[in-house]
């Protein structure tokens, strides 16, 4: 039995349709709290594309450091700052209408030049069906330098939020 | 190549439904009354005392941020642990220096008292 | 293509229907365990021997009146119970319940969905769990739910790391993280992973039982402490939803603890058709652990939780992680 493959184009219309909406909601809705919920369905969707491309390893890693830990993140900074929380705050000023305009013609412009010059290179070959053992063996030969720099960046990271949080302290 | 993920949408969709009928039916079903003294914000019976967001304390903050570091670590101890027995001492002589680096700065942080009282 | 998907939605209502069925009787099982435990006898009016008392209090719950706060938050406090009942369910569909076997003449397999990212599906979906709870806590619009939300939510994301770590170590082993694949290399009692795994398997119901907010590590709800924590605002069937989802997730650690440790389906004796049989009798097992474990211990402090799950259970993990690579690879 032969699988019939679902129609990936309607399949990322939908998801690019859920990510721009809820990117849309995180710039424009009022109350802070609400645009991080929207943050999340935002996120979410990226993950749903990586699963669009094969890329589950990079799906799942999605969802759980970005929604399950960035997100959480967010949310824990939100609620820190009560009064932000309850404010109604103001997402535009009085060039909102100008910037718009801007925003709209760079958009035009930069669809317009992709579509007559095809700058984006196009995928080699499919992905390994056993993305997380591509990766690991990847990881530990090909790119080790760069995985051994991600812990010092990790270390440096750790480092900068203690001195940042408790720097009045001491 | 998707087959395995329709049955994970399908789940999504029937748990979303079973949670809206459960909300829709208490909604429905349940006694309708005007709230009230009820409507206030449960205090053991007395009025509600003092604001009801007050700032919540940094150390919360830095458990979060913690979090995320560390979960970046077993993110990228996963890929390891699957193909460890092909990569061999090399490998886990790699993963000792990442681990290790990690440790340093988990080490500093508690050294630094941030994951102290809670 | 149409026939599979026919077939897997047939196990995904099969499966919903037994996890449902299970949470109510899950909290008929903890009272009387409880109950005989603390030399009393437990539900006993509704039905013979009180087996019908889940659903007196389905339909009690039902019932009751839908009390929404004049202060929450509306729209964060209808998602919040959502938001902690959809993860808790959707773990069941990497579990693999049963070995292959045929049914009217298809070969059907044990598992709802073999994903081939199995535990690592499993480990973001829990890392999901948290927003129910933060949600809830925040939009009530109460000082107590408010500390029981960010209490909890802290010790939950603290115990996610060890939960992690003990993981990793069983895929070390298994090189694999398809959850049926680790099920088919566990085939007799000799190769369960608990026996190369002891501390793993420690770490990993210690961590368990504190995403699960069960006591003891149960402050953030704890009644005599914050009132109901997070779910004090809530009513009738947005409450059950909060008390369903963690049932779900207590069985959902469960099973996937067995997967992980006790060889799932396998078991002697029983034909493949069967196998569900001895997988329902380890979580079975489990799960009267975790209500034994309610009816002992007292409850942990909150600044004792939380030292432990950094300070003792992360080192812990990461030893054991070490140990276990040093010990596969030499």
Known sequence: MEAVQPNVGFVFGLFAAIIITSALLVVTLKNIFHCALALIVCLTGVAGIFVLLHAEFLAAVQVLIYVGAVSVLIIFSVMLTSNLASRRIVQTNQNALVAGFAALIFGAGALLLLKLHDIWPKAGSALPDDNVMTIGKLLMTDYMLPFEVVSVLMLAAMIGAIVLARGERS | MFETYYPILFLILFAVFLALVMAGASILIGKRTRLGKKGNPYECGIDPVGTTRDPVPVKFFLIAISFILFDIEVIFLLPWAVVARDLGMFGFVSILIFVTLVMIGYFYELGRGALKWD | ?330
């Not at chain 3, 229907?17 to 008929?28: D, S």
């Not at chain 3, 509306?74 to 773990?91: D, E, G, N």
């Not at chain 3, 292959?100 to 073999?114: E, K, M, N, P, Y």
């Not at chain 3, 029983?270 to 652990?289: E, Q, R």
């Open chain 3, 1 to 330: 293509m149409l026939e599979m998907i026919v077939a897997s939605s047939i196990k995904v209502i099969i499966v919903m229907l037994a996890v449902l069925t299970g949470c109510a009787y899950a909290t008929y099982m903890e009272r009387k365990v409880v109950a005989f435990m603390q030399h009393r006898i437990g539900p006993s009016y509704a039905g013979p021997y009180g087996l019908l008392q889940p659903i007196a209090d389905a339909i009690k719950m039902a019932f009751k009146e839908d009390v929404v706060p004049d202060k929450v938050e509306r729209i964060t406090y209808a998602l919040a119970p959502i938001a902690s009942f959809v993860p808790s369910l959707l773990v069941f569909a990497v579990v693999p319940f049963s070995a292959d076997f045929t049914l009217v003449g298809r070969q059907v397999t044990g598992v709802i969905s073999d994903l081939n990212i199995g535990i690592l599906f499993v480990f973001a979906i829990t890392s999901l769990g948290v927003y129910g709870i933060v949600l809830a806590g925040w939009s009530s619009g109460s000082k107590y739910s408010l500390m029981g939300g960010i209490r909890s939510s802290a010790q939950m994301i603290s115990y996610e790391i060890s939960y992690g770590l003990s993981i990793v170590g069983v895929i070390l082993i298994a090189n694999t993280l398809s959850l049926r694949q680790l099920v088919e290399q566990q085939d007799t009692i000799l190769h369960w992973y608990i026996w190369k795994q002891p501390l793993g398997f420690l770490l990993y119901l210690t961590c368990a039982i504190a995403e699960t907010n069960r006591l003891p590590f149960d402050l953030p709800e704890a009644e005599s402490e914050l009132v109901g924590g997070y779910h004090t605002e809530y009513s009738s069937f947005r409450f059950a939803m909060f008390f369903i989802g963690e049932y779900a997730n207590m069985i959902a650690v469960s099973c996937v603890g067995t997967t992980l440790f006790f060889g799932g389906w396998q078991g002697p004796f029983l034909p493949a058709g069967l196998s569900v049989i001895w997988f329902v009798i380890k979580v079975f097992c489990f799960m009267f652990f975790y209500i034994w474990l309610r009816a002992t211990f007292p409850r942990f402090r909150y600044d004792q939780l939380m030292n432990f799950g950094w300070k003792v259970l992360f080192p812990l993990a990461v030893v054991n992680l070490l140990v276990t690579g040093l010990i596969v690879l030499w």
